[in-house]
């Protein structure tokens, strides 16, 4: 079973930062790529950035020049958010692609609040 763990989250003000981080554990037999995505209240999840195991990255439009995805390890990834807004406050999820399974995990996500 594959576990998804992500960390980091909290409240912080407009113009702040903060590092969230996640862990994937358990028996994965190939990840082709990692990603975060978020959900604010009312609206659906969206992308947020992705990394491959090649170190390929994915930046949503909003995200590019505040938000760096970065590979740790294998099976560990960061995501650095930078210049944070109201607008940016949600939940954040960390998901995984197995390419060997062609599996798709997620967490269970990390609160981020950010206040005006």
């Known amino acids: 079973q594959v576990q998804l763990v992500e960390s980091g989250g909290g409240l912080v003000q407009a113009g702040g930062s903060l590092r969230l981080s996640c862990v994937a554990s358990?028996?994965?037999?190939?990840?082709?790529?990692m990603g975060w995505y978020r959900q604010a209240p009312g609206k659906q999840r969206e992308l947020v950035a992705t990394?491959?195991?090649?170190?390929?990255t994915n930046y949503a439009d909003s995200m590019k020049g505040r938000f760096t995805v970065s590979r740790v390890n294998a099976k560990t990834v960061y995501l650095q958010m930078n210049s944070l807004k109201p607008e940016d406050t949600g939940v954040y999820y960390c998901?995984?692609?197995?390419?060997?399974?062609?599996?798709?995990?997620w967490g269970q996500g990390t609160q981020v609040t950010v206040s005006s």
């Open positions: 998901n995984l692609f197995d390419s060997g399974r062609s599996q798709l995990y």
């Open positions: 358990g028996s994965i037999f190939n990840i082709h790529a």
């Open positions: 990394i491959t195991t090649g170190g390929s």
